[in-house]
Nanobody, 125 residues
Framework: QAQVQESGGGSVQAGGSLRLSCVAS????????MAWFRQAPGKEREGVAA???????KYADSITGRFTISKDNAKSTLYLQMNTLKPEDTAMYYC???????????????????WGQGTQVTVSS
């Protein structure tokens, strides 16, 4: 069974930082292609950042330069360092893994097969 568990969300003021973590276990462990998505109230889920097995990354335009995705393969853990947070970053953040190998980092949501329950990030102005 594939399991994905996020942590690290919370409430911060604008300009602050948070680091999200995601542990993939079971059949989801050691999958090379992983990503972060987010969903704000009343909005569709959107891709935030992705990483492939070679460490190549892809970011949404809205967070480029502020967020950094990284992965510790030994711990099968994905991270999202979020700096200079803005109120519009408020959302539920989800971690997802691809069951197959990806050709480059991708934010195509339909490709991801295992999802966590999400961790809430709230940024106040």
């Amino acid at each position: 069974q594939a399991q994905v568990q996020e942590s690290g969300g919370g409430s911060v003021q604008a300009g602050g930082s948070l680091r999200l973590s995601c542990v993939a276990s079971g059949n989801a462990s050691n999958r090379p292609c992983m990503a972060w998505f987010r969903q704000a109230p009343g909005k569709e889920r959107e891709g935030v950042a992705a990483i492939d097995g070679n460490g190549r990354t892809k970011y949404a335009d809205s967070i480029t330069g502020r967020f950094t995705i990284s992965k510790d393969n030994a711990k099968s853990t994905l991270y999202l360092q979020m700096n200079t947070l803005k109120p519009e970053d408020t959302a539920m953040y989800y971690c997802a893994t691809l069951r197959t190998v990806c050709i480059g980092a991708t934010l195509r949501e339909a490709l991801y097969t295992s999802w966590g329950q999400g961790t809430q990030v709230t940024v106040s102005s």
